[in-house]
Nanobody
Framework: QVQLVESGGGLVQAGGSLRLSCVASGRTFSLYAMGWFRQAPGKEREFVSSINQYGRTTAYTDSVKGRFTISRDNAKNTVYLQMNSLRPEDTAVYYC??????????????WGQGTQVTVSS
């Protein structure tokens, strides 16, 4: 199991930007696909974005396409989520996850503790 620690959340006004980071330890980071998920109050956790082991394949949920960018630095064991043009509906706790494949991210047992993102209107 890989250990994950997110950071970079905070309070930002609508239209602002944040960059989330997730640092992995405990296993070889480059062997894992990585993903970002979020959970808003009273809602189920939802997929936000994913990236494969080499950073060549990415995916986004429709609501963040064109605004969020996922990337990874295997030398730093870190995956990033650059969030631009933030909206109040982006407010949530953001989690990163690691899994052997993108398809298995949702069922992963490797999750970070989450970082709060709050977007004010």
């Amino acid at each position: 199991q890989v250990q994950l620690v997110e950071s970079g959340g905070g309070l930002v006004q609508a239209g602002g930007s944040l960059r989330l980071s997730c640092v992995a330890s405990g296993r070889t980071f480059s062997l894992y696909a990585m993903g970002w998920f979020r959970q808003a109050p009273g809602k189920e956790r939802e997929f936000v974005s994913s990236i494969n082991q080499y950073g060549r394949t990415t995916a986004y949920t429709d609501s963040v396409k064109g605004r969020f960018t996922i990337s990874r630095d295997n030398a730093k064991n870190t995956v990033y989520l650059q969030m631009n043009s933030l909206r109040p509906e982006d407010t949530a706790v953001y989690y990163c996850a690691a899994a052997p494949t993108i398809a298995t991210l949702t069922s992963s047992d490797s999750w970070g503790q989450g970082t709060q993102v709050t977007v004010s209107s």
